[in-house]
Nanobody, 123 residues
Framework: QVQQVESGGGLVQTGGSLRLSCAAS????????VGWFRQAPGKEREFVAA????????DYADSVKGRFTISRDNAKNTVYQQMNSLKPEDTAVYYC????????????????WGQGTQVTVSS
């Protein structure tokens, strides 16, 4: 069974950068689509980005397109999310999860959610 652990969150000023990591155990991780989602206080969890099993195909929410980059290293069983030009509205707990869909923004298509990592962007 695949399990993921997110890391890399923290406190950063507006315009700063962070790189999140989603490290997984289990051999099937390298065959799965991996998605990043986030949940801000008082809001529902929302899609951020996804990468297919090979890393060749990516998808981004409009709110982060051009600022965030998702990538993966299957040899290390890890997916990354480089976040640049951070804004206060990016403040949230960020989660990674896996899916057997080729590409999806739908939370219901994902499973094995990690515990999340907090990202706080100060103004």
């Amino acid at each position: 069974q695949v399990q993921q652990v997110e890391s890399g969150g923290g406190l950063v000023q507006t315009g700063g950068s962070l790189r999140l990591s989603c490290a997984a155990s289990g051999r099937t991780f390298s065959s799965a689509t991996v998605g990043w989602f986030r949940q801000a206080p008082g809001k529902e969890r929302e899609f951020v980005a996804a990468v297919n099993w090979s890393g060749a195909d990516t998808d981004y929410a409009d709110s982060v397109k051009g600022r965030f980059t998702i990538s993966r290293d299957n040899a290390k069983n890890t997916v990354y999310q480089q976040m640049n030009s951070l804004k206060p509205e990016d403040t949230a707990v960020y989660y990674c999860a896996i899916s057997w869909s080729v590409s999806s923004r739908i939370q219901g298509h994902y499973f094995n959610w990690g515990q999340g990592t907090q990202v706080t962007v100060s103004s």
